[in-house]
């Protein structure tokens, strides 16, 4: 079964970096998109970038400029080079893996990190 494992949260003041790591274990396809999205409690989930196989990326517009994503595919695993951190970053951050299954769309995520982001 897949299991995601992030690393690489913390509190950094405005103005900082930090870098997201998700482990991916358990995927036997080798097409599937990675990503990270992010959710305060009692609010929406949140696009903040995503990155398919061929390495296609997307962002969500408040992060455009700011974040990176990469992914190393022999490893199963997903970078978010997060620079110029806000406050408004602040937010638990949740690893996703992406993938059909016939006519379906399955989605696995991981257990969230805390990013904070405050001086």
């Known amino acids: 079964q897949v299991q995601l494992v992030e690393s690489g949260g913390g509190s950094v003041q405005p103005g900082g970096s930090l870098r997201l790591s998700c482990a991916a274990s358990?995927?036997?396809?080798?097409?599937?998109?990675m990503g990270w999205y992010r959710q305060t409690p009692g609010k929406q989930r949140e696009l903040v970038a995503i990155i398919t196989n061929g390495g296609s990326t997307d962002y969500g517009d408040s992060v455009k400029g700011r974040f990176t994503i990469s992914r190393d595919n022999a490893k199963n695993t997903v970078h978010l080079q997060m620079s110029s951190l806000k406050p408004e970053d602040t937010d638990v951050y949740y690893c996703?893996?992406?993938?059909?299954?016939?006519?379906?769309?399955?989605?696995?995520w991981g257990q969230g990190t805390q990013v904070t982001v405050s001086s």
């Open positions: 996703n893996v992406r993938l059909w299954l016939g006519p379906a769309l399955v989605n696995y």
């Open positions: 358990g995927i036997i396809f080798s097409s599937y998109t």
